[in-house]
């Protein structure tokens, strides 16, 4: 065995072969060893025939046995009006096909993704399939040979992706040689070329020939012959009617003598290798690959290929390819309307989540089997959707008991979502919330419920009447108001009493009403000078008249009299003084009316908020969470709660998302009983944020112990689920 890639071992062998006097070799060759077989073979005149890749070059001594797939390749892209894709190709084979597609495409705009498969590995690879889902490219073209071919189905198959969206070209001449029986459960759009016709009773014959064929040597079990041993076979035909020919032809090709040295310098070529170049080149037949000629470069040319597809069945001939005519298309396609009436005829996976009230197991549900031990909201919605479609169904719980979300590293979805991406799941019934994220990757019905994010907290512990309940009916600022204004009105009232003579009133003193007479009395005192005169006793009792006649002017509204009549008209007990002047009954007559309007209000109120127990809500909303650190609030991690704060812009909900990421211990729960518990236990420390609907079903269970705060964060909606280009979509 020689190594086609190393140069020295391919120098060696080919010189050895040429010393000994072959007439023409036939062999394999690498991209890193073709251009020296090239040059001798040129320089020598020693024909090489191969099966390997075919490559562009006008050696006329190199004859090529397999055809070349730039143009079927470009042919199919125009067939199915490629103008985005994704051309990965291994650099033995796929630069010759490479070039011409990039040619192509600065003309016609397109819009091509090369990659280069010998530079990826596994994990590589892995990582480029995520990207290319995330970016939506579902063209693929893969040139490669036929073993790396099937390993790249294999990892492809092995991510159980849904690959219903998917198209991929083959640009291998071996399609019926690939075990696709994994890749095809997963739905892909799969179009390839076969060389070699199975169908014709002569390449039969020669399969069950080699499959019986008895080779001591050969320690495994004989597989089926791929087109490689079908083009080295035809390889072998060729040169034996080329070697015939030349003997009916008396053509003498005889070595005789040294037949020199390869490396000489300058070299010196084989007189008879024309002779056999030119009989190799002129040999027609029907071999195991079809019509087998070769043009004046040695290429192949006149062949055919036939255009394969992976349908459900397995793989079936769409139409073939030729030279003359391009592509022909023969394939009849069945109308969607049969492909849905399948339905009937497998049973179809309904994933689903327990998740109460939408799917719950029944009480008893040990009595049963299938799908009567579910009950609920969403197991119901199946049967109707089951009923109404027209297929039977098996509810399965999702694995990780997660909804789904895709993994920032991995880049794999988990959940429900994760199974239909991955065609373990058929169906997804089950209160699954519609996203921009999720729709990229599955397909949504219109929604059966609309809803929002919510906020649950422990129900706060009911207050009971305190010694100051008294002043609950007013708020705070509504007392000191009061306090602010009955003090003003009272200064108002004592400034005003100063200013008016009508507040103030001459009164004698406490001494001159002990000593003088009633009034009566008064009245008869001598009020002219001459009745004073002639009054006996007179001059000695001048100046005790005069001090007993002197008035005393007082005011009833001083500060404290104020203080107390406002306080009287606002307690609606009154008082026993009352203003004289205009301006301090206008005084009065204001606060009396402001007083009746805030007494009547306050007695209105006192009864309800004496009777009723009041429950104090320590948060009223979501800005009410962001503002304080006291209480911790979370998430169910996995869902699309969780992506909503992930990928939000508001500033409150992203400073949210940052205080739930750094958060230790960790504040998101791996199912909706785990947050629900957990608000219980906390003694009003943990808020978990979940859909409405299923906060309000929990309030309304026993033991009632939690509430619903604040409005809706968003609006969304749960939808069912199926895989991308399902036919129950």
């Not at 609309?450 to 002043?471: A, D, H, Q, R």
């Amino acid at each position: 065995m020689v190594d086609p890639g190393s140069s020295f071992s391919m120098t060696y062998a080919f010189c050895s072969q040429f010393s000994k006097g072959v007439y023409a070799i036939m062999g394999l060759y690498d991209r890193r060893t073709v251009n020296m077989l090239m040059s001798f073979c040129g320089s020598l005149h020693v024909c090489f025939v191969t099966p390997s890749f075919p490559v562009q070059t006008n050696n006329q001594f190199v004859l090529q046995l397999r055809p070349q797939l730039q143009e079927p390749v470009m042919a199919l892209l125009e067939h199915f009006c490629w103008t985005r894709f994704v051309y990965m190709y291994s650099a033995d084979s796929g630069l010759s096909v490479l070039q011409r597609i990039l040619d192509t495409a600065a003309e016609r705009s397109w819009q091509v993704t090369s990659v280069n498969l010998d530079t990826l590995t596994n994990p590589g690879f892995i990582k480029l399939l995520t990207d290319l889902d995330f970016k939506k490219d579902f063209q693929i073209v893969i040139d490669c040979e036929l073993e790396r071919l099937s390993s790249i189905l294999h990892l492809i198959a092995a991510q159980r992706r849904n690959l219903k969206n998917y198209h991929y070209i083959l640009a291998n001449l071996g399609f019926m040689d690939l075990n696709m029986t994994e890749f095809q459960k997963l739905g892909p759009n799969v179009t390839g070329l076969q060389l070699v016709n199975w169908s014709d009773p002569a390449v039969e014959k020669m399969d069950r020939d080699w499959l019986e064929f008895d080779s001591k040597d050969l320690k495994l079990a004989r597989r089926r012959l791929k087109y490689t041993g079908a083009l080295t076979y035809d390889g072998v035909i060729v040169m034996a009617t080329a070697f015939q020919n030349l003997r009916r032809q008396h053509i003498d090709i005889s070595r005789r003598g040294n037949a020199g040295e390869c490396l000489a310098n300058p070299p010196a070529p084989w007189g008879q290798g024309i002779d056999i170049q030119r009989a190799l080149q002129q040999v027609r037949l029907e071999g195991l690959t079809g019509r087998v000629q070769f043009d004046e470069r040695g290429h192949r040319t006149n062949y055919t290929l036939s255009v394969m597809e992976l349908s459900i069945t397995g793989p079936s001939k769409i139409g073939y390819w030729t030279e003359r005519r391009g592509y022909v298309n023969t394939a009849v396609y069945k109308p969607p309307l049969e492909e849905f009436h399948g339905l009937q005829n497998r049973t179809y996976v309904v994933t689903t989540i327990l998740e109460a009230p939408y799917m719950m197991l029944k009480k008893n549900h040990e009595q049963f089997e299938g799908n009567e031990r579910y009950e609920g909201y969403c197991a119901e919605l199946a049967a109707e959707i089951a009923k109404h479609v027209g297929f039977v169904y098996r509810l399965e719980l999702v694995g990780d008991g997660k909804y789904g979300a895709r993994d920032p590293d991995t880049k794999l979805w988990n959940g429900m979502v994760g199974e239909l991406v991955y065609g373990k799941a058929d169906v997804a019934v089950a209160p699954l919330t519609i996203t921009l994220v999720r729709e990229q990757v599955i397909d949504f019905t219109k929604p059966f419920m609309s809803l929002g994010i919510s906020i649950m907290i422990k129900k706060p512990i009911k207050s009971k009447p305190g010694v100051f309940s008294f002043l609950d009916p007013l708020a705070y600022e509504i007392w000191m108001c009061i306090v602010f204004a009955y003090i003003g009105v009272s200064v108002v009232l004592f400034l005003v009493s100063r200013f008016s003579p009508y507040e103030w009133q001459g009164e004698e003193s406490d001494d001159e009403d002990e000593t003088l007479p009633s009034s009566s009395s008064r009245r008869a005192l001598p009020t002219s000078s001459s009745e004073l005169d002639h009054s006996p006793g007179f001059p000695q009792n001048q100046n005790q008249h005069k001090e007993k006649e002197t008035l005393e002017h007082t005011n009833d509204f001083g500060i404290f009299n104020s203080l107390w009549f406002s306080l009287g008209a606002f307690m609606q007990q009154g008082c026993d003084i009352s203003p004289r002047s205009l301006s301090g009954r206008i005084v009065g007559g204001v606060w009396w009316f402001f007083t009746l309007i805030i007494i009547s209000s306050y007695t209105a109120n006192l009864a309800a908020f004496l009777t009723v127990e009041r429950m104090v809500s320590p948060i009223e909303g979501s800005e009410d969470l962001a503002k304080q650190t006291e209480i911790a609030y979370g998430t169910l991690d996995g869902g699309s709660t969780k992506e909503f704060f992930k990928r939000s812009k508001i500033a409150v909900f992203e400073k949210m998302w940052s205080y739930m990421r750094s958060a230790d211990p960790t504040v998101f729960v791996k199912s909706t009983p785990e947050g629900v518990m957990r608000v219980r236990k906390s003694k009003g420390k943990y808020a978990y944020l979940l859909e409405s609907s299923m906060n309000e079903y929990i309030e309304q269970r026993k033991p009632c112990d939690t509430m619903k705060v604040g409005g809706n964060l968003d609006s969304k909606g749960y939808g069912v689920a199926t895989p991308k280009g399902s036919a129950l979509r």
